[in-house]
């Protein structure tokens, strides 16, 4: 069974920072596509970041330029470097795994940002 554990999401003040963690076995790591997508309430699930398993990388044009999404091929972990954060990144965050018609989830972890 594919396990992705994911960490890091937390309560900031805008403009502050956060890095979540996803975590997954070698053999999906080394061979999907690792990505975070987020879900605000009462709004549909979209995408954030995707990092191929060659480092190629795309963003949502909302956190273009903003947001980093990278991977630590020896720890099997993706990471998004979330600085500046604003109000409207409040969201779960979840990491996903993707390959052909194989797509994986996290159980999602809260971000929220608030004065």
């Known amino acids: 069974q594919v396990q992705l554990v994911e960490s890091g999401g937390g309560l900031v003040q805008p403009g502050g920072s956060l890095r979540l963690y996803c975590t997954t076995s070698?053999?999906?790591?080394?061979?999907?596509?690792m990505g975070w997508y987020r879900q605000a309430p009462g709004k549909q699930r979209e995408l954030v970041a995707t990092?191929?398993?060659?480092?190629?990388?795309n963003y949502a044009d909302s956190v273009k330029g903003r947001f980093t999404i990278s991977r630590d091929n020896a720890k099997n972990t993706v990471y998004l470097q979330m600085p500046s954060l604003k109000p409207e990144d409040t969201a779960v965050y979840y990491c996903?795994?993707?390959?052909?018609?194989?797509?994986?989830w996290g159980q999602g972890t809260q971000v929220t940002v608030s004065s």
């Open positions: 070698r053999s999906i790591f080394s061979t999907y596509t």
């Open positions: 990092i191929t398993s060659d480092s190629n990388t």
């Open positions: 996903n795994a993707q390959r052909w018609f194989y797509s994986y």
